[in-house]
Nanobody, 119 residues
Framework: QVQLVESGGGLVQAGGSLRLSCAAS????????IGWFRQAPGKEREFVAAISRTGGSTDYVDSVKGRFTISRDNAKKTVYLQMYSLKPEDTAVYYCAARRSWSEDFRSWGQGTQVTVSS
């Protein structure tokens, strides 16, 4: 089973940028597609972005399209979420998660990293 650790969160002003990292250990990283999710206080967790095992396919929630970019470096066993033009509504705890194929559920989760966007 793969273990995931997120990093890169912090406090940023609206319009700013952050890059989140999701570092993996355990099972071969290239076996897993990776997704980013977020959960704001009082709200349900929502899907943000996903990338396939090879990086050839990506998907985004509409609210972040054109502002966020997901990428991966399999040699470094890391997936990145580059976030630009951040808005206060992007404030949340961001989690990365792993799945074995595009059609499967995400089964392994990290502990999360806090992103706070001030207005």
């Amino acid at each position: 089973q793969v273990q995931l650790v997120e990093s890169g969160g912090g406090l940023v002003q609206a319009g700013g940028s952050l890059r989140l990292s999701c570092a993996a250990s355990g099972s071969p990283f290239s076996w897993y597609g990776i997704g980013w999710f977020r959960q704001a206080p009082g709200k349900e967790r929502e899907f943000v972005a996903a990338i396939s095992r090879t990086g050839g396919s990506t998907d985004y929630v509409d609210s972040v399209k054109g502002r966020f970019t997901i990428s991966r470096d399999n040699a470094k066993k890391t997936v990145y979420l580059q976030m630009y033009s951040l808005k206060p509504e992007d404030t949340a705890v961001y989690y990365c998660a792993a799945r074995r194929s595009w059609s499967e559920d995400f089964r392994s989760w990290g502990q999360g990293t806090q992103v706070t966007v001030s207005s």
